[in-house]
């Protein structure tokens, strides 16, 4: 099966479509959100590694490494905001952590 950079551009459109879908289906929940945002930096990852196999040039897969490197970070810190409004609130809707304590 030989594998064509069309095949990689229409995999990486529908997972960026998933994702924003996501995104505008689902705004009430933040790990959902989340999950949606990295799917999203997959996506544009799965595109930047195909042009870079088809170029024949290894900047493209450089670059997905330190993308993902610092995808990894944003999820641990976005995980670990979570866990505390999850204690500090009791939930994490995010129509009630935009309300503001006065």
Sequence with gaps: MNLVIDDYIILSTILFGISTA???????NL??????????????????VAFSQFSGDLHG????????????????????????????????NVDEITELRG
Excluded: K, P, Y
């Design 22 to 28: 996501g995104i505008f289906i689902n705004r009430r």
């Design 61 to 92: 897969q450089i670059f997905v490494f330190f993308t993902l490197a610092v995808a990894a970070a944003e999820a641990a810190i976005g995980l670990a905001i979570l866990v505390l409004i999850f204690r500090n609130r009791g939930n994490i």
């Design 31 to 48: 790990i959902v959100l989340l999950m949606c945002i990295e799917l999203m930096l997959l996506a544009s990852s799965t595109l930047f």
